[in-house]
């Protein structure tokens, strides 16, 4: 199937499934009183429940969905490597640290989610100047050895807080933050979340015929001109923004940004003008199911993260063990 055909069909799935999001839920609609409803026509009781409740968690969905989804087609084309998720750099642990500083201290929604932001850039940034230091060694490597004890500390820092927190209000709120969901999602997040994934993706975009070049060894992308250095350093930031931006709406939410790249590499091969609109979309879509899942399939929520790594898990197996015979 040829990628435009690919992108319409997945873009075709993506709009029902906004009307299927729309109609579910313990205050269940048909699709004509879904459609009445966004045409601000029907009753008010479902105005209510499809604009201030339901359509503005749907498009955190997309947005968040689509975002980790591009992260993880920027770090795997800059790391040659399908098995790479966003946050190996430390971004997820960087913000999960500083949510939960930020809940320990009982600060209101806006600055958890700003400190979440702020520390999963902050994670990247060590991250990346430290690995800057060792210069001897193979800059790709030292990138994922390096993120690996960046997360590590940060991630300590997260269980030293869940110690200190109060064990009947503050520990629970971290962990379900931890566990992420697009519960506390309203519509004042979107406008930030939009724009900030937005500014993400320009690079990426931009500077997508270069992407390619860098699944060439550094020694080849270079002879053909691209200045491998400076466009890592693009990529790193233009991901983790991404990535950042999401996690601090949502909480973490993990396996999106290995899983989804991969299924659409599978789809329309590695060319990022190609893969790149069919991730975001495959993105939006999956995570979209997964979180009308989480709110519908029990009688309580359960949180997304767990949903997505029942499916991430088997994948990346399944991966790994193909990439072993290979």
């Given amino acids: 199937m040829k990628p435009p055909s690919v992108f319409l069909g997945l873009l075709l799935l993506l709009l029902l499934g906004v009307l299927l ?3 579910v839920g313990k205050f269940s609609l048909s699709v004509p009183e879904v459609v009445q409803a966004l045409l601000r026509q029907g009753s ?16 955190a ?31 997820a642990a960087g913000a999960g640290f500083g949510a939960s500083l930020a809940i320990l201290l009982s600060l209101p929604i806006l600055l ?29 490597l030292v990138l994922v050895l390096t993120g690996v004890a960046v997360g590590t500390l940060f991630s300590s820092g997260t269980s030293l807080i ?43 975009i931009l500077l997508r015929w270069r ?31 991404m990535t950042s931006a999401a996690v601090a709406v ?31 979309v495959l993105g939006g879509l999956f995570l979209l199911v997964a ?6 399939a029990a009688l309580i929520e359960i949180p997304l993260g767990i949903l997505t790594a029942a499916v991430g898990v088997p994948v990346f197996l399944a991966l790994l063990m193909r990439g072993g015979r290979s």
Avoid: C
């Fill in 61 to 91: 969905a997309i947005v968040v969905g689509a975002a980790l989804a591009a992260a993880g087609v920027a770090y795997q084309g800059m790391f040659r490597n399908p098995l790479v998720a966003p946050d190996i750099l430390g971004a």
């Fill in 250 to 280: 949502t909480g973490i939410i993990g396996w999106v940004g290995l899983v989804v790249p991969h299924a659409a590499r599978l789809l329309v091969g590695p060319e990022l003008s190609r893969l790149l609109p069919v991730a975001m």
């Fill in 291 to 296: 979180d009308t899942l989480a709110r519908t």
């Fill in 162 to 204: 869940k110690v200190l927190a109060d064990p009947s209000v503050q520990l629970p709120s971290i962990t379900f933050w931890l566990m992420g969901g697009l519960n506390g999602v309203t519509s004042k997040e979107l406008p930030l979340l939009t724009g900030l994934v937005g500014l993400g993706l320009i690079p990426l």
């Fill in 21 to 23: 999001a729309l109609s």
């Fill in 112 to 140: 958890i989610q700003g400190l979440a932001f702020v520390g999963g850039m902050l994670a990247v940034g060590l991250v990346y100047f430290m690995a800057q230091a060792v210069r001897r060694h193979d800059p790709v």
């Fill in 211 to 241: 992407i390619n070049l860098l699944s060439l060894p550094d020694e080849e992308a270079a002879s053909l001109g691209v200045h491998v250095g400076r466009l890592r350093l693009v990529l790193i930031v233009a991901a983790t923004l």
């Fill in 44 to 59: 008010e009781n479902a105005q209510t429940v499809v604009w201030n409740v339901r359509l503005p968690r749907i498009l």
